[in-house]
């Protein structure tokens, strides 16, 4: 297989399967591996960002309207630790009181 079949043949397997083959060539091109990499569900974008699978379930949208929620979205578990570590040092290096500073 030559390098446009190989084009063609990705071309027509990501429009099928929603899956897309890639080629990979040894550096002195003495063979060729191939493998085929997957599209992620939005619920294992969902996972992903750290949100619970039946986070969109009640909410009737499209799959490429939840791609682009995931997407834009903020990832909790990086989110939060980070927080906690602002909180941490603004009570350390400053002497306003965060929590008289909230508001009910």
Same mark, same amino acid.
């Given at each position: 297989?030559?390098? $446009?079949?190989?084009?063609?043949?990705?071309?027509?397997? @990501?429009?099928? %399967?929603? %899956?897309? @083959?890639?080629?990979?060539?040894?550096?002195?091109?003495?063979?060729? %591996?191939?493998?085929?990499?997957?599209?992620?569900?939005?619920? @294992?974008?969902? $996972?992903? !960002?750290?949100?619970?699978?039946?986070?969109?379930?009640?909410?009737?949208?499209?799959? %490429?309207?939840?791609?682009?929620?995931?997407?834009?979205? #903020?990832?909790?578990?990086?989110?939060?630790?980070?927080?906690?570590?602002?909180?941490?040092?603004?009570?350390?290096?400053?002497?306003?009181? #965060?929590? @008289?500073? !909230?508001?009910?």
């Amino acid at each position: 297989m030559d390098d $446009r079949e190989r084009t063609d043949a990705s071309d027509n397997a @990501e429009k099928d %399967s929603g %899956s897309v @083959e890639l080629y990979a060539r040894s550096a002195d091109s003495s063979h060729t %591996s191939e493998y085929v990499v997957r599209r992620l569900t939005p619920t @294992e974008c969902a $996972r992903l !960002q750290g949100f619970p699978d039946d986070w969109c379930a009640d909410v009737p949208h499209s799959d %490429s309207a939840e791609y682009k929620l995931w997407g834009n979205g #903020i990832s909790l578990p990086v989110l939060l630790p980070m927080m906690k570590s602002m909180r941490n040092v603004l009570m350390r290096d400053s002497h306003i009181n #965060i929590e @008289e500073t !909230q508001h009910e």
